[in-house]
């Protein structure tokens, strides 16, 4: 069975803090790796698609990348309009849909 | 603007009640999911459309019903037998097809179920 697992579940920063989230998964055979942002009361916003170890992507102060166990969410200097939950979610060759982790809420201080 | 439009943005539900619940697509989308959402949990699948006229069961279907009569829609009834219903629920749809990016999900905003 696919898992997900994203750490910390909480994280808060000093603006201009740089720091990584963290989404570890176990499944039978990797479609893609999805990263989204949450904002309270809203529905999940898309970031990016990693597909193969060694891939990397880019927006803004956010960056992507995937080994072939765990996928990191890099923020550089961050702002408070960052501070939202971050969701990771897998695709694989045994699931039907995406399979989401429990999420990382950030908080971003001025 | 394409998306997708969820309705209504918050619904209380008596004991005994079934209600239903929106979701509408304009974005030409074969697949369509509902996902609900718990506080401090990831999203969880109920239900998910990959065609008209066809739907499966997710990971927590029971209590829940959907249809699938037109390409942009896909209603979820939470039913009575539903003892836990209070959850924040997400509808989904991604273009359908089995690779890459094209698997990526565009969600509405969202229903707030609540229990009287």
């Known amino acids: 069975e696919d898992q997900v697992t994203q750490s910390p579940e909480a994280l808060r920063l000093q603006e201009g803090e740089s720091s990584s989230l963290n989404c570890s998964y176990t499944v039978s055979g990797l479609r893609g790796l999805f990263w989204y942002r949450q904002d309270p009361g809203k529905g999940p916003e898309f970031l990016f698609t990693l597909y193969s170890a060694g891939e990397e992507k880019e927006k803004e102060r956010l960056k992507a990348t995937l080994t072939k166990k765990e996928s990191f969410l890099h923020i550089t200097a961050p702002k408070p309009e960052d501070s939202a939950t971050y969701l990771c979610?897998?695709?694989?060759?045994?699931?039907?849909?995406?399979?989401f982790g429990k999420g990382t809420s950030l908080l971003v201080t001025p | 603007d394409g998306g997708i439009t969820q309705s209504p943005k918050y619904l209380f539900r008596k004991e005994g009640q079934n209600v239903t619940l929106s979701c509408e697509q304009n974005l030409n989308h074969d697949a369509m999911y509902w996902y609900r959402q718990d506080p401090g949990q990831g999203l969880r699948l109920i239900y998910y459309?990959?065609?008209?006229?066809?739907?499966q069961k997710g990971d927590i279907a029971e209590g829940y019903s959907v249809s699938r009569e037109k390409k942009e829609s896909f209603p979820l009834t939470v039913t009575s037998a539903q003892k836990n219903p209070t959850a924040f629920y997400l509808c989904a749809s991604s273009i359908g097809t089995k690779t890459g990016e094209e698997e990526k999900l565009f969600f509405g905003s969202g229903t707030q179920l609540s229990v009287l």
């Open positions: 979610a897998v695709n694989s060759n045994s699931g039907y849909a995406l399979n």
């Open positions: 459309s990959q065609i008209v006229n066809d739907f």
